[in-house]
Nanobody, 124 residues
């Protein structure tokens, strides 16, 4: 079991950057594949990026490739998402998620634990 807590969201102008963090508690993130998802009202939760236990496999949504970077530090029990060159289309609530299986899954149904989410708003 693990509890996930996101932070780092906020308001930024187009072209700006934000760094999201996801801290683990009541468990160790080293036992989980971790992912970032995002959701806007009225739409399904969308996979943004994922990273396996030891960072040997990483995956990104096509539209964020080259702009977003996922990373993790198992010793610090923390996951990050560095987001650069943000655009209004990136506005959403961003969630971190964890799954037991050491493989990246793009469906939210494949994840066992979720954080509460952090709002990212990008103005044009």
């Amino acid at each position: 079991q693990i509890k996930l807590t996101e932070s780092g969201g906020g308001f930024v102008q187009a072209g700006g950057s934000l760094r999201l963090s996801c801290g683990g508690s009541e468990g160790q993130i080293s036992s989980f594949t971790l992912g970032w998802f995002r959701q806007v009202p009225g739409k399904e939760r969308e996979f943004v990026s994922g990273i396996t236990w030891y960072s040997d496999r990483i995956s990104y949504l096509d539209s964020v490739k080259g702009r977003f970077t996922i990373s993790r530090d198992n010793d610090k029990n923390t996951l990050w998402l560095q987001m650069n060159n943000l655009g209004p289309e990136d506005t959403a609530v961003y969630y971190c998620a964890a799954r037991w299986i050491n493989d990246i899954e793009t469906s939210p149904l494949g994840y066992n634990y979720w954080g509460q989410g952090t709002q990212v708003t990008v103005s044009s």
